[in-house]
């Protein structure tokens, strides 16, 4: 296992999405998660393709026009007004990071959005929304920043109307990660503050917390080595963004041929 030993602190998190937001995130059209590639398609810009992971994590959701949709970890809102403009459902973006909340707010504003998706500042660990107040839940790559993921299970199911389906995506560790790959991962989990789950935990954690299992998908072959590729030619620098005095900080490109680091889709329903 490549866990590092720190768990990590939701208000840590904040800060770093709050420097990660002062960056011009244009490049990525906001959305802050892995592209999804067909596997005969690996030229689609990463812009496009973390689009697709949306949508495609959207349809699993099943929604309707006039759901409400909990963001879990909702970024600067992409996702959220995607969701919103696709199916006519309305989303409720949460996030640690002050800053994202404001730049998220601005950005549905500004694209007429503003009462179709809306941002609060709030910890996944705590909702601060009644019970069976949501129709579904997305969690698109930020279960893995919290402290304790069954917990954020739990606190999403009580919030979701029975028969309400949660779809999240998360990192995991598909084979033993070779010593000489390993730093490169504790880089990565170290700057991002985050842990990697173990898939096989999924299954009995769900049903902990009152949830039941629908699917578990390993995306990593339509994902994870072409999200590294396309980050690692891009020019933009995120050291500045770490708070960290280390000599060697997150690199994609070190990332690209770690193969046995993984990204799983995982959908979920609460019992009706
Ligand atoms: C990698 S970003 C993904 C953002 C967004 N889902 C997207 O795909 O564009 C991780 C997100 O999780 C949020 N996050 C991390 N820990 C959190 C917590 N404890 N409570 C609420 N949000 C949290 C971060 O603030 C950030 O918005």
Redesign the pocket.
Known sequence: MSNPTTIPV?AE??LL?DRLTALDTAAQGG???LGYWDLDDNEVPLVDAADRLTDLMTDALRLEKGHQVLD????VG??AMRIAVRTGAHVTG????RD?IARATELAEAAGLADEAEFRH????ELPFPDNSFDAAIA???IF??PDRERVLSEIRRVLRPGGRLVLTDFFERAPIPADKQPAVDRLLRDFIMTLARPEDYVPMLGRAGLRFVELRDITEQSVRQTFEQMSRSEQDLDPVFDEEADEKFSPAAMIDVDEFGSVLLTAQKPV
Not at 72 to 75: D, E, N
Not at 94 to 97: M, N, R, T
Request: charged share 5%; with cysteine; glycine share 12%.
């Open positions: 939701p998190v904040g999405y959305s802050l998660h879990v970890g909702c970024g992409q996702p949460i996030s640690i990071s994202q709030a910890d996944a660990m698109i790559e930020s920043h919290m």
